[in-house]
């Protein structure tokens, strides 16, 4: 029994010990004067939110804004936020790349304002659990025609199907949750807002003769 004893007590301190090849991201967060965000939180999923969320240690940031969050080593999209109760942004970095100690300084967290009122019914009574969307109005006052968005000169985001199912926690057009489908018709009106400006700027560039060969 005696030569059993120290194997099994080798054995348990072998799976106590932290491993040695663990992988570390670690950095600060802070505002855009330099002041230290304390108790931050960091959220890690991989690229392009497929196969859920990686396992992780210690994914917040303690009082003086610091992180150290103990991760497998690979490429993550990862999302720096504030604490709750301030008026700070959270920061998105994709495809940050984690190998041994990996070193992101400082994540300058923006300043945002804060928008409050009460919602109220057609009686003035208090209505609770509503939610405030205020990307909606954006995109609408840019959008030249139902399913496109044409903001910039050179640019334009056109959605092809203007309802979706699902709820995503960070998407910015969660308006569109549960939405009746508007059918074809729109979808054509955006097809043809981008071929008509297409050819427009393609003109002006003169690289479109018009005419019959």
Avoid at 42 to 53: A, H, T
């Amino acid at each position: 029994m005696k030569q059993l004893t120290v194997p099994l007590l080798l054995t348990t301190l072998g799976l106590l010990a932290p491993s040695a090849s663990a992988d570390l991201l670690v950095g600060r967060l802070v505002t855009s004067t330099g002041t230290p965000v304390a108790f931050g939180d960091l959220d890690f999923r991989f690229p392009g939110g497929s196969g859920g969320n990686p396992a992780t240690v210690n994914d917040g940031a303690n009082a003086l804004g610091q992180f150290a969050v103990t991760i497998p080593a690979g490429s993550y999209d990862v999302t720096f936020n504030p604490p709750l109760g301030t008026n700070l942004l959270g920061v998105f970095r994709a495809s940050v790349a984690i190998a041994g100690t990996t070193n992101v300084g400082d994540i300058v967290l923006p300043e945002g304002v804060t928008l409050s009122g009460t919602v109220v019914n057609a009686a003035g009574v208090g209505v609770a659990d509503r939610v405030a969307d205020l990307n909606e109005d954006v995109e609408q006052a840019d959008a030249p025609v139902s399913g496109l968005t044409h903001r910039y000169p050179d640019k334009a985001l056109f959605l092809p199907q203007p309802s979706c199912p699902v709820y995503c926690r960070f998407c910015t057009r969660s308006y569109a949750v549960g939405a009746e489908s508007s059918g074809p018709g729109a979808a054509a009106q955006g097809f043809r807002f981008v071929a008509v400006r297409a050819w427009r700027a393609l003109q002006r560039m003169g690289q479109v003769q018009v005419g019959r060969a």
